[in-house]
């Protein structure tokens, strides 16, 4: 089955700066990436996700990058404010007749004022 | 449009008691997916359901259990509870086709004593 390994683990970064959190996967039949964040005692919520025809994808200031050879892919935020402190997970999916997303082990973003 | 929505948001039960989790997805979506979110493993799934059809399952005791009913709402029941249970149980909804956005509710927490 899928394997997705996610690093680092935690992310300390100062106001301002840039964040970037990487991903591998091991199927390479996989064509969905989606990253969610999660805030405490939340559930995951979507913030960019990324389809295997594409290479990369921009939203404002978070964007997310696909290597397929690689098998990696990673997202960047920008201009990081204190409210993007959350636990950010990326996914992978394969299509077979479902889709099923198998999750990274989440990585503990803290930007500081 | 309304989000995901899971009852109850608390539970403690005892070992060996069982329990049944409630999820209303998005209007519209046909698929629920199920997760178990714990410190140790992370986010896992649990069961997939379609049109009142279960099309994936995860690698977990037969003890869970889920089932969908026609208007695309889904319960989950976990028997025989363990102190190993203890988690935060989460159901996500999508449309059901390939590489569809998942939508995740807030989640069940759920306390084995």
């Known amino acids: 089955g899928e394997n997705v390994e996610q690093h680092p683990s935690t992310l300390s970064v100062q106001e301002g700066d840039s964040a970037v959190i990487k991903c591998t996967y091991s199927?390479?039949?996989?064509?969905?990436f989606p990253w969610y964040k999660q805030e405490l005692g939340k559930g995951p919520q979507l913030i960019i996700d990324?389809?295997?025809?594409?290479g990369e994808k921009k939203d404002q200031r978070i964007a997310v990058t696909l290597n397929k050879t690689a098998k990696h892919f990673s997202l960047h935020i920008t201009e990081t404010q204190p409210e993007d402190s959350a636990v950010y997970f990326c996914?992978?999916?394969?299509?077979?007749?479902?889709?099923?997303?198998?999750f990274g082990k989440g990585t503990m973003l803290l930007v500081s004022p | 449009k309304a989000g995901v929505t899971q009852t109850p948001r608390y539970l403690i039960k005892t070992r060996g008691q069982q329990v049944t989790l409630s999820c209303s997805p998005i209007?519209?979506?046909?698929?629920v997916s199920w997760y178990q979110q714990t410190p140790g493993q992370g986010l896992q799934f649990l069961f997939e359901y379609f049109s009142e059809t279960q099309r994936n399952k995860g690698n977990f005791p037969g003890r869970f259990s889920g089932r969908q009913f026609s208007n695309s709402r889904s319960e989950m029941n976990v028997s025989t509870l363990e102190l190993g249970d203890s988690a935060l149980y989460l159901c996500a909804s999508s449309f059901g086709g390939t590489s569809d956005t998942q939508y995740f509710g807030p989640g069940t927490r759920l306390t084995v004593l």
């Open positions: 990324i389809r295997s025809n594409v």
């Open positions: 209007s519209g979506h046909r698929s």
């Open positions: 996914a992978a999916s394969t299509w077979e007749g479902y889709s099923t997303l198998t």
């Open positions: 199927d390479s039949a996989s064509n969905y």
